[in-house]
């Protein structure tokens, strides 16, 4: 079935360097969208991107999709405490209302 | 103020037991999913309804039931079929076509 790889599943780093997670899939994606779940919490929709080669912003975070809309990233630049959590991106299921979930990448920030 | 309520925040189950876990959505959506979340894991989908009285099993939906009696309301039933029913279980909703999923706080279950 489709299937979409996000990497990397962890990433630590200290507070000010940037950080970056990556989604593939092998089909060709409709639109992708991106959550963020805190440390015991649930997750929060971020954004979601339809059109190719599409760039979004929100403040510090920027998220991409690529132009043959298999792909997608999410870059956070000067990361800070509060950006802690498992970010995930998530694509449609073919033509039902499900989601396809990455297996997230949690990013842990060193002050 | 809209949103999803999931309860109890908590819940213990004992051996042979069933339990129900509760979702209800003041937000007026059609689409309803139940996913289980274990440590350091992604979401995995149990159930999903698209509309009231109908609802589609997910992928790991063996040792669960559901029900979509009313649109605001999609209980999920861990039966004693499940062996390994710990996680945290989270609750979904969405509006028409590609909408985000507003996501409840979530119930931590536990075996006693």
């Known amino acids: 079935g489709q299937q979409v790889m996000q990497i990397p599943q962890y990433q630590h780093v200290q507070e000010g360097e940037d950080f970056t997670t990556y989604c593939n899939s092998s089909t060709t994606l409709s639109n992708i969208q991106w959550y963020k779940q805190r440390p015991g919490g649930h997750p929060v929709f971020l954004i979601q991107l339809v059109k190719s080669g599409e760039v979004k912003k929100q403040k510090r975070l920027t998220f991409q999709f690529g132009e043959a809309k298999k792909n997608s990233s999410l870059h956070i630049t000067a990361t800070q405490t509060t950006d802690v959590g498992t970010y995930f991106c998530?694509?449609?299921?073919?033509?039902?209302?499900?989601?396809?979930w990455g297996l997230g990448t949690s990013l842990a920030v060193n002050p | 103020d809209g949103g999803i309520t999931q309860s109890p925040k908590y819940l213990f189950r004992k051996e042979g037991q069933n339990v129900t876990l509760s979702c209800e959505q003041n937000?007026?959506?059609?689409?309803m999913y139940w996913y289980r979340q274990d440590p350091g894991q992604g979401l995995r989908l149990i159930y999903y309804s698209q509309i009231v009285n109908d609802f589609q099993k997910g992928d790991i939906a063996e040792g669960y039931s559901v029900s979509r009696e009313k649109k605001e309301s999609f209980p999920l039933t861990v039966t004693s079929a499940q062996k390994n029913p710990t996680a945290f279980y989270l609750c979904?909703?969405?509006?028409?076509?590609?909408?985000?999923?507003?996501f409840g706080d979530g119930t931590r279950l536990s075996i006693l």
């Open positions: 937000l007026n959506h059609d689409a």
């Open positions: 998530a694509v449609p299921a073919g033509n039902n209302r499900k989601l396809i």
């Open positions: 979904a909703s969405t509006g028409q076509g590609s909408q985000p999923q507003h």
